[in-house]
Nanobody, 116 residues
C-alpha cells in the first residue's frame, strides 16, 4: 500500500504560477509511472502529465510548454510546476502512481482555481 499526499493547490490569477507536490509514503525509485491527473467541475478525470521510471515524460497538449513534471527521489516526492495558468486549468488535481507490481494508487486531490 502506498499513501500519496498532495499539496500546493490554491487560488491564483490568470497568468500566475503554482507548484503542486505529491509526497509518497514509500520510495518512488521503482514506481513504473508517476503522474498528475485533473478533474474540472462536472467533467471526467484526465491525464495532465506523467513520468516513467526512466524519467521519460508525457504531457497533454493543452499544458505543453506551461507545466513541468519532476521528481525528487531523495524526498519521495513528485512535483508539477504550473506556469501561465489559465481559467480552464481550474480543477481538482490528483497524484497517481503505478507501482512495480502494477498496482494503482491515487492521492486525495488538491484544488486549483484560476480566477481573477
Amino acid at each position: 500500500q502506498v499513501q500519496l499526499v498532495e499539496s500546493g493547490g490554491g487560488l491564483v490569477q490568470p497568468g500566475g504560477s503554482l507548484r503542486l507536490s505529491c509526497a509518497a509514503s514509500k520510495t518512488i525509485v521503482n514506481f513504473r509511472i508517476m503522474g498528475w491527473y485533473r478533474q474540472p467541475p462536472g467533467k471526467q478525470r484526465d491525464l495532465v502529465a506523467e513520468m516513467n521510471r526512466d524519467g521519460r515524460t508525457n504531457y497533454v497538449d493543452s499544458v505543453k510548454g506551461r507545466f513541468t513534471i519532476s521528481r525528487d527521489t531523495a524526498k519521495n516526492t513528485l512535483y508539477l510546476e504550473m506556469n501561465n495558468l489559465k481559467p480552464e486549468d481550474t480543477a481538482i488535481y490528483y497524484c497517481y502512481i503505478r507501482s512495480a507490481l502494477f498496482a494503482d494508487f491515487w492521492g486525495q486531490g488538491t484544488q486549483v482555481t484560476v480566477s481573477s
